[in-house]
């Protein structure tokens, strides 16, 4: 007769019947701990989380695939760039260590490094906590690479892989977070250092596990390192940061977490969120959990595509986010929200309700105003086309009296022309080729008014005179014969 179940094992094969039987679970790493403890209210990512279903391949059974992930280039960098961190038994790792967090302390000449392999995360566990007891009573610089650590969520363990510990002198553990991106000119990204730090501060708690179960209880320090390439080139450099707030705040938040037990309690029986099943009953299963879904799970959950369809078509306030869903009080669909503001339900002793009544109020004003001034507009663009209408036969009877003041057989309406004359400017004296002067006939200049004969259109000269600078006598050189 088999012994009976206790309260651990019958959650444990609770769970693997919701993952499907025959399917091996995705475990749980700090990052999905970190998007977790963001959202500690969503039963169905803890539920999920918890059953180590695969979310990726959920997603894409369900059509609403996710491109949440990280890139295999960046996977791959980063693993070269830790290798070469971690050479030569972690000395320049060990030294990052001493020159950011423990001055005080000997330099480390030499350092332990324990072996961890073990069978099993629960195996691999152990024998971390094992090696980083023994550290902590040699009192010299020890590396743990890769060790397991072990952290309860929601009633169920997360083991938990960091980069690496380092064991100090004093007995105090460090945690180390190594990774790809650049440190320019000492500093990096803040959203890629928060990020890292919302990680260190899951490690952190881990150990802190740990460290209580010692006697005496060791101390895990809350500047963790972070690691990272010196500028461009592949130099490690590192920086301390301070993760108390981060610690602090995964903390509060992970004790929120609903408890495993209590969701998988309300369950049907025969549930089960196998990516293998058909898409109907496969869609019925994940809206048996309910969800709470937020603009910030797109970057965090793979499910958040699926999530969002079915806040928006609900009608749920969550969508529009977490601080409007906060304002709302009471009021968790669009509709009630729009009911309360036009008065057509709620308390009016409700602030929320009041504010939106207001706002409402103060709309419509606005809109009133807006269509008032842009009747006006209208107003007085139709009262000013008559006038300009008006106006038009007097400037065409001014255009015809214009052209009746012209003379007969003129040319242009704009000045009285005698009869025959070529030119509509001035009266020429007829068959004078200049129309601007009038000039003697025969004259070739046409400039100026010239003796008859004469050939020097610039000055007057004596009858026969060719030279045109002087009056010359009968006979001088040049002049013509008589």
Known sequence: MPPPRTRGTAL????????????????????????????????????????????????????????????????????????????????????????????????????????????????????????????????????????????????????????????????????????????????????????????????????????????????????????????????????????????????????????????????????????????????????????????????ACELAFHCRDRSRTAGAVTSLGRSVRAELGGLTTVEDVLAAAHGRAGDPADPAVAALRRAAELRAEALRQADARAFGREGTAASAAPSQESTAPAEALREQDSAAAVGPGAEDPTAAVAPGAEDPTAAVAPGAEDPTAAVAPGAEDPTAVTALGQHNPTAAAAPGRQSPTAAAATGQEGAPCR
């Open 12 to 299: 444990r094969h609770r769970l693997a019947e919701l993952r499907g039987p025959e399917i091996p679970a995705k475990a749980l790493d700090a990052r999905a701990l970190a998007a977790l403890a963001a959202n500690p209210g969503c039963e169905r990512r803890a539920i999920l989380d918890g059953a180590g279903v695969n979310k990726t391949a959920l997603a894409s059974a369900l059509g609403a695939p996710s491109a949440f992930g990280q890139s295999q280039f960046a996977l791959t960098r980063g693993n070269a760039f830790e290798a070469r961190v971690k050479s030569d038994g972690g000395a320049e790792l060990l030294r990052l260590v001493h020159e950011k967090l423990n001055r005080g302390a000997e330099p480390p000449s030499a350092a332990e490094v324990p072996d961890l392999t073990a069978i099993g995360p629960e195996g691999r566990t152990a024998r971390t906590e094992l090696a980083l007891r023994e550290a902590t009573a040699a009192g010299a610089w020890t590396l743990l690479d890769h060790p397991m650590l072990a952290l309860d969520v929601a009633g169920s363990p997360a083991f938990l892989e960091p980069d690496a510990v380092v064991v100090h002198p004093d007995g105090g553990w460090t945690v180390v977070e190594i990774k790809s991106f650049p440190m320019l000119d000492g500093s990096a990204d803040p959203a890629k250092v928060g990020a890292a730090a919302r990680q260190a501060a899951v490690y952190v708690l881990a150990l802190e596990e740990v460290a209580a179960r010692l006697d005496p209880p060791a101390r895990v320090r809350h500047h963790v390192l972070l690691v990272c390439p010196k500028d461009f080139s592949n130099l490690a450099t590192a920086s301390a940061v301070d993760i108390r707030k981060q610690r602090a705040v995964t903390a509060r938040q992970l004790a929120r977490l609903t408890r495993l037990q209590d969701i998988a309690d309300t369950l049907p029986e025969d549930i089960c969120f196998s990516p293998e099943l058909p898409g109907e009953k496969l869609t019925a299963a994940v809206e048996a959990v309910p969800a709470t879904y937020a603009p910030e799970c797109l970057s």
